[in-house]
């Protein structure tokens, strides 16, 4: 018997790992282009909201904030369009479709017909087609044996009977026929569907993921229409401070540890986004007292910003686990339904007055900036958050500040200052920098010099104390000898 070599079980462990290694690289470029698109769709609607703030003078922060989170109600049409959707009604109870728990092995079989109540399919007849001699009888479906000149022939049924083990119940038939590739799809499937939320648990967490997240787009909407845009970008950019902060004490993932790196490029990235604010030539960097304690308000919307992904990403710590767009959903119906009686408030207590826009022009503008910078800016930034990390997709989503500096300063034919690319440097190289210590499992760097150079200051010091010793001794010992 032929002995397996000994490199055979490390040569698969090598395999699986470089398979494992590939795949976390392409979800890695895959959230990052994401983000990419998230700043596009953000870049449009910073535009947007400045147009009708400014141009328009219609500043109403609470009323387009209610309208522009309401509209992620329009993914909830995926009930009529989408069946797995509707087949997940019957998991009201914590039930799957099939009434089994919603976290069995077979909660996940795709029950779609009553067709899979019986383990065999109806019977199909087929001819047969096989060659017999002259001397048998086929006529009949009898099969006694008949005997023609001494031998013994046997009759057989002209028809074959076919029945099919359904597919539901010979999954793991279908997955041993598969390819490598197509069977570890499926399984990541099947895994998905079996650990995926019921809609009483998904809105659950909606409903909690609500309130931090409209407050947060709410503190920024009032700080953008009573502020000045440079020191509402200048403090939002502290939201990776809450986030590395947050994330380190409510960890989801090996990724949301704190590091030293993370923490410099955080500060790094904080003080690129100061220097590319302060790049343009117009920017006015004094202010009367009114505007800067209204710029509070974006320092509140900062940490709610961080207490909303945190918290989701504590909750569901994969992204295969959400369904997205039914939680964004979800998140637009509570905010339709909870938040109205506050637009009342605002009316008495003339805090805020309800006033509809009534050009058409504006309604466009609302219309559009509810689309593309709320409804596809939230689901891109959900999915880039659980591609990479909730520190990523927030350093990613703050390159939307130079982006938006840098298409005013091409918009307005004006020469691009050193100072813009003194600070945009850093925030880019602040957000590649932590892309690389996630793939490579939180590395430290910075701590690791540190922590090299503290060894090799404290070997110098305990080199240069030993010689000092030595030289010591030596002289005692020439004191002592006798002289001559």
């Known amino acids: 018997m032929p002995l397996l070599p000994v490199s055979a079980p490390i040569h698969s462990w090598t395999l699986c790992r470089l398979g494992l290694q590939d795949q976390l690289t392409r979800r890695l470029v895959a959230g990052i282009t994401v983000i990419l698109f998230t700043n596009i769709c953000l870049l449009v609607s910073r535009e947007l909201t400045e147009t009708i703030f400014n141009e328009f003078n219609y500043k109403k922060p609470f009323f387009l904030t209610y309208i522009n989170s309401s509209m992620f109600i329009l993914y909830l049409s995926g009930f009529l369009c989408y069946g797995p959707w509707r087949l997940r009604c019957g998991r009201g109870s914590g039930l799957s479709v099939n009434g089994e728990p919603a976290g069995s092995p077979q909660s996940a079989l795709p029950l779609q017909s009553s067709r899979y109540d019986e383990p065999l399919s109806e019977s199909l007849f087929e001819p047969v087609k096989f060659h017999y001699d002259g001397s048998t009888d086929t006529s009949s479906g009898s099969s006694t044996p008949n005997s023609v000149n001494g031998s013994v ?11 099919q083990l359904s597919e539901a119940l010979a999954i793991e038939t279908r997955i041993a026929r598969m390819s490598y590739e197509k069977a570890m799809v499926l399984g990541a499937e099947e895994f998905r569907q079996r650990h995926n939320r019921t809609l009483r648990g998904l809105f659950r967490t909606a409903f909690i993921f609500a309130l931090p997240w409209f407050c947060g787009c709410l503190a920024f909407g009032i700080a953008r229409a009573q502020c000045e845009a440079e020191f509402v ?11 590395l902060v947050l994330a380190a004490y409510f960890p989801s993932s090996h990724g949301d540890g704190f590091t030293t790196t993370k923490l410099l490029c955080v500060l790094v990235s ?6 590319v604010v302060i790049s343009p030539s117009d920017v006015d960097t004094t202010t009367h007292a009114g505007t800067n304690v209204n710029c509070i308000w974006s320092l509140i919307g900062s940490v709610f910003y961080a207490i909303s992904i945190v918290f989701l990403k504590n909750q569901v710590d994969d992204g295969d686990h959400l369904d997205t767009p039914m939680f964004l959903g979800f998140v637009g119906l509570l ?53 990479t990390s909730s520190l990523t997709a927030t350093l990613g989503v703050g390159l939307a500040i130079p982006l938006h500096i840098l298409f005013n300063i091409i918009r307005n034919e004006e020469v691009l200052p050193p100072l813009f690319f003194l600070g945009g440097l850093p925030c880019l190289a602040s957000f590649v920098v932590v892309c690389l210590l996630q793939h490579n499992n939180d590395w430290d760097p910075v701590a690791m010099a540190a922590q090299r150079l503290w060894s090799l200051s404290l070997d110098l010091v305990t080199k240069t104390r030993s010689d000092k010793s030595s030289r010591l001794f030596d002289e005692q010992t020439e004191s002592l000898l006798p002289t001559s």
């Open 335 to 387: 905010t339709a339904l909870v938040f109205w009686p506050l637009l009342l408030v605002g009316e008495f207590t003339q805090w805020e007055s309800v006033e509809p826009p009534w050009t058409t022009e504006v309604c466009l503008y609302i219309l559009v900036n509810g689309l593309v910078g709320y409804s596809l800016a939230g689901l891109l930034w959900l999915y880039g958050c659980y591609l």
């Open 153 to 163: 022939h046997v009759r057989f049924h002209p028809f074959l009977e076919i029945r």
């Open 233 to 243: 970008n200048i403090i939002s950019a502290t939201s990776g401070i809450f986030v």
């Open 270 to 275: 904080l003080v690129g986004t100061i220097l």
